[in-house]
T-cell receptor, first 113, second 114 residues
Framework: DTEVTQTPKHLVMGMTNKKSLKCEQH?????MYWYKQKAKKPPELMFV???????INESVPSRFSPECPNSSLLNLHLHALQPEDSALYLC????????????FGPGTRLTVL | QKEVEQNSGPLSVPEGAIASLNCTYS??????FFWYRQYSGKSPELIMF????GDKEDGRFTAQLNKASQYVSLLIRDSQPSDSATYLC??????????????FGQGTTLQVKP
């Protein structure tokens, strides 16, 4: 089983709203990732959590705030976003096997008005 | 020079033909190599991974790795219209052992024509 789930599937928010994206995996993976993907571009890494600790922040603006409450759950809190933040937000988790394979969730399509 | 390079395409092949997708990388210490398929509006789906020189086959897919030439490819035999998608090459560098950080190519769009 390589399932990563994400909620919601779609989100529309205004620039003054606060919302959260949720990601969950029950595969025992200890590394989880947030990516942002714009149309016709590859996924762009935002954050990496390893053993529930933030290990990489790719200079992401503070209006994006990640949280890892436990080893199965990853949140991305959104506040005061800009229209250019509209994108597909992808969560992934990584196996600890030799191949270090990342599996992606279905994504959340975010539109900022 | 980009760290991972792919031809953006589109690569157009007739149904039943072999599609050949190519990827080069700049970090000679790269360890693991992945091919993801992404349909329009969907998330990337893992197709193949390879970390040893040579070929690895899985059904209609074959991944080929040549570390000396810093080159990895994906062959799709008996291409079907359902294979039409963007194929992303991703590389895990030597310095990414702890984080598993992947470097993605820009992706190659494959069109399989009936």
């Amino acid at each position: 089983d390589t399932e990563v789930t994400q909620t919601p599937k779609h989100l529309v928010m205004g620039m003054t709203n606060k919302k959260s994206l949720k990601c969950e995996q029950h595969m025992g993976h200890r590394a989880m990732y947030w990516y942002k993907q714009k149309a016709k571009k590859p996924p762009e890494l935002m954050f990496v959590y390893s053993y529930e600790k933030l290990s990489i922040n790719e200079s992401v603006p503070s209006r994006f705030s990640p949280e890892c409450p436990n080893s199965s759950l990853l949140n991305l809190h959104l506040h005061a976003l800009q229209p250019e933040d509209s994108a597909l937000y992808l969560c992934a988790s990584r196996t600890q096997a030799r191949t270090d394979t990342q599996y992606f969730g279905p994504g959340t399509r975010l539109t900022v008005l | 020079q980009k760290e991972v390079e792919q031809n953006s395409g589109p690569l157009s092949v007739p149904e039943g033909a072999i599609a050949s997708l190519n990827c080069t990388y700049s970090d000679r210490g790269s360890q693991s190599f992945f091919w993801y398929r992404q349909y329009s509006g969907k998330s990337p789906e893992l197709i193949m991974f390879i970390y040893s020189n040579g070929d690895k086959e899985d059904g209609r897919f074959t991944a080929q790795l040549n570390k000396a030439s810093q080159y990895v490819s994906l062959l799709i035999r008996d291409s079907q219209p359902s294979d039409s998608a963007t194929y992303l090459c991703a590389v895990k560098g030597k310095g990414s052992s702890n984080t598993g950080k992947l470097i993605f190519g820009q992706g190659t769009t494959l069109q399989v024509k009936p």
